[in-house]
């Protein structure tokens, strides 16, 4: 079972990457996903999540409005659009699948499965 995230890079402040999150061994289409971010120095934090239908995403306040959260069960892959990034977006960016369950977890707690992380650097 692998969870592999791309799309990482060094963009300047204003623009947009987007990630996506592969997986790989097993089906997650039952399961929800999140984003997870770590800064040199600082814990890891949730960033976004998604229900395994889609139908509920949840955000951190600083991502509300800039980033959006998707997946496509067909393809077993989640995205993360990344817009308007500012350098505190800066950092590695680790994808993650959780428990069959149509909510969305907001720790590192709710998720079981970690993908090794895409480094996402924002100039100024």
């Known amino acids: 079972v692998q969870l592999q995230a791309s799309g990482g890079g060094l963009v300047q402040a204003g623009g947009s990457l987007r990630l996506s999150c592969a997986a790989s061994?097993?089906?997650?289409?039952?399961?929800?996903m999140g984003w997870f971010r770590q800064a040199p120095g600082k814990e890891r934090e949730f960033v976004a999540g998604?229900?395994?239908?889609?139908?509920?995403?949840a955000y951190t306040d600083s991502a509300k409005g800039r980033f959006t959260v998707s997946r496509d069960n067909a393809k077993n892959t989640m995205y993360l659009q990344m817009n308007s990034l500012k350098p505190d977006d800066t950092a590695v960016y680790y994808c993650?699948?959780?428990?069959?369950?149509?909510?969305?977890?907001?720790?590192?707690?709710?998720?079981?499965?970690w993908g090794q992380g895409t480094l996402v650097t924002v100039s100024s």
């Open positions: 993650a699948a959780g428990q069959p369950l149509p909510i969305v977890m907001r720790t590192t707690r709710g998720y079981d499965y």
């Open positions: 061994g097993r089906s997650f289409s039952r399961n929800s």
């Open positions: 998604i229900s395994w239908s889609g139908g509920i995403t």
